[in-house]
């Protein structure tokens, strides 16, 4: 069976620092990959996602993950955190076209000034 | 489009009350996810529907819960009778084409 796992529950990092969220998933078949992001008293946000292709996937506000199989992991990243990047970070994992989600988690970013 | 609709955003009963949650997929869309979120067990997949019909419901918790989708506009989740431990937010989400779309949630307390 297919399961994500998150190491952190928390990563506080000051702004403008460089920040990894650490995601790594089991799963016996090819998946697809995703990081959601929730802000407080709101749904998820799809921010990026991995079908099939190049293993680095960026977003328009400015995080990557990459893909990597040997590792199974999908780790999020980006080089220089706003504040308004607050926020709980999801990986998502699905093994087939119905893209139903096996949540991690979650990692609660807290950026500090 | 105005997005995944749900309903209501907030709902307070008593144990033992009926309680439904609404949702309004994006329209077009094929499949039809309902989630729950937990401080203790994260976020859970409770049920999901394709073309209306469900496909599967192994993350439903027990018979006091049960899901329906009448059509491709409109879904309930139920619960008869209610817990204090299905005190939740309840998320509604559909998709197509890789991506799934989430609502605003309906928090539930179960007093």
């Known amino acids: 069976a297919q399961s994500v796992t998150q190491l952190d529950s928390q990563v506080p990092v000051f702004e403008e620092a460089p920040v990894e969220l650490r995601c790594n998933y089991s799963?016996?078949?090819?998946?697809?990959l995703f990081w959601y992001v929730q802000y407080p008293n709101q749904g998820l946000q799809l921010l990026l996602k991995?079908?099939?292709?190049?293993?680095l996937v960026e977003s328009i506000n400015g995080f990557e993950a990459e893909f990597n199989k040997s590792q199974t992991s999908f780790h999020l990243r980006k080089p220089s955190v706003h504040i308004s990047d607050t926020a709980e970070y999801f990986c998502?994992?699905?093994?087939?076209?119905?893209?139903?989600?096996?949540f991690g988690s979650g990692t609660r970013l807290l950026v500090r000034p | 489009d105005a997005g995944v609709i749900q309903s209501p955003r907030h709902e307070v009963t008593e144990m033992g009350q009926e309680v439904t949650l609404r949702c309004k997929p994006i329209?077009?869309?094929?499949?039809l996810f309902w989630y729950r979120q937990t401080m203790m067990r994260g976020l859970e997949l409770l049920i999901y529907f394709n073309n209306n019909v469900p496909i599967d419901d192994s993350g439903m918790p027990e018979d006091r819960f049960s899901a329906k989708m009448p059509n491709a506009s409109f879904s309930t989740l139920k619960i008869q009778p209610s817990e204090p431990r299905d005190s939740a937010v309840y998320f509604c989400a559909s998709n197509v084409g890789g991506e799934l779309f989430f609502g605003e949630g309906s928090r539930l307390t179960v007093l």
């Open positions: 991995y079908l099939s292709g190049s293993t």
């Open positions: 329209s077009g869309h094929d499949y």
């Open positions: 998502a994992v699905s093994e087939d076209s119905s893209y139903k989600l096996i």
């Open positions: 799963s016996s078949v090819s998946v697809y």
